[in-house]
């Protein structure tokens, strides 16, 4: 075979990718992937603009997908599932409602974890596009752009078109959670901020500070605490905790941005020579399985995690099968759950060591301040 067979050979059999589609026609390859493969997306795409995609794609001689190839005359009765984690404590749960209700109207689901990797969540997007998902649901993850196709997200805060946010009642979620420990009588209470990759951090914070002013709790900065990182287990609060005990700022309860962080806070005051609850009382958010299993059990503010799957799920397949019209956002109330890790305010003031060795007593919290 001759070097000039050869070379047009090799030009003859490169792989056209979507993506040198879409540089060619200077769009998005979500948009190119929705008019090439006919899905619901590709209406909302002029008829001049998807005449251009096509006639590149000719041009090119791209050839989708064994997915997308059928899309035309079959669907895939499939969803994409995106999570920041695949089995942690706050979206299992969530999954497991997803997959429940599916199930009951024969669909299926792709399950894909970025880990908050921005450009890793851009990839997986287009692979599950590729792949001819009807719809997204997006658990514990930071969206900021429309996606072409029906999304649910789990939680979500930004108002992006064809985007269904599922929003937990913060306030609420706070004011049983402060009013539970004020019964109790306490008043020095530390607080701990979510993360900034979790997407109810802000909203939360913003509620507690609210319903915190509104019952006449003060929130010293000096027992607040900004968590940091994506762990999802209870090692995110523990480093936290033992910060605030070294803070020599002694409080009489925490209450945690979530589950995992209190119990890890929970193990930190053990640690120290606290008892929980009777040193130091413990408050937790989201209910996860593990919760009541705790020792203490963990008294929390609940999120339906479950029952918040089926419904996203539910949502999701009315506007795929019956076309029903995008709603901007499903508002979710919580329960409050009081178990033993929460008692009243110590009558004698706590007595703890930090980390150097050095005494830590609670009467220093009643000294007026400089």
């Known amino acids: 075979m001759t070097a000039q067979k050869r070379k047009g050979r090799g030009k003859k059999n490169r792989l056209v990718t979507l993506k040198m589609v879409a540089e060619r026609v200077g769009l998005t390859k979500g948009t190119c992937s929705a008019v090439l493969n006919k899905t619901a997306a590709s209406r909302s795409v002029p008829l001049q603009t998807q005449e251009r995609i096509l006639a590149s794609a000719r041009e090119l001689n791209y050839r989708p997908s064994f997915y997308a190839r059928n899309l035309g005359v079959k669907r895939t009765y499939t969803i994409g599932v995106v999570t920041q984690e695949i089995g942690d404590f706050y979206g299992s749960p969530i999954i497991s409602g997803i997959e429940r209700y599916l199930r009951q109207r024969n669909f299926f689901f792709l399950t894909v974890a970025h880990r908050h990797d921005p450009k890793l969540l851009e990839t997986y997007e287009h692979l599950l ?108 609060g523990y480093p936290f905790a033992k910060a605030l005990l070294a803070r020599k700022r002694p409080f009489t309860a925490l209450f945690a941005y979530n589950d995992v962080s209190a119990i890890g806070s929970i193990r930190a005051f053990q640690e120290a020579g606290l008892r929980v609850p009777e040193d130091i009382s413990v408050v937790g958010f989201d209910d996860i ?3 009541v299993h705790n020792n203490p059990s963990l008294t929390t503010v609940r999120q339906p995690l479950q029952k918040m799957g089926e419904i996203a799920a539910r949502t999701l397949l009315n506007r795929i099968e019956e076309h029903e019209d995008w709603v901007q956002e499903i508002s979710i109330e919580p329960e409050f759950v009081a178990r033993n890790s929460t ?8 007595t703890a060591r930090d980390d150097q060795g050095t005494l830590v007593s609670a009467s220093l919290a009643m000294q007026p301040e400089s």
């Not at 009013?179 to 530390?190: F, R």
């Not at 008692?343 to 706590?350: K, T």
């Open 129 to 236: 596009l590729d792949r001819g998902v009807e719809g997204f649901i997006t658990v514990d993850t930071l969206i900021n752009h429309p996606l072409p196709l029906p999304t649910i997200a789990i939680p979500g805060h930004r108002h992006l078109e064809g985007v269904t946010n599922m929003v937990l009642n913060h306030r609420k979620g706070a004011r049983l959670a402060l009013s539970h420990l004020l019964e109790l009588g306490h008043t020095e209470i530390a607080f701990m901020k979510g993360a900034e990759v979790s997407p109810d951090s802000e909203d939360r914070w913003n509620a507690i500070r609210e319903v915190a002013e509104e019952l006449g709790i003060r929130m010293r900065a000096e027992l607040n605490v900004q968590l940091e990182g994506d762990d999802a287990t209870p090692q995110l």
């Open 343 to 350: 008692g009243r305010v110590p009558a004698q003031p706590y």
């Open 289 to 291: 399985r593990i919760a």
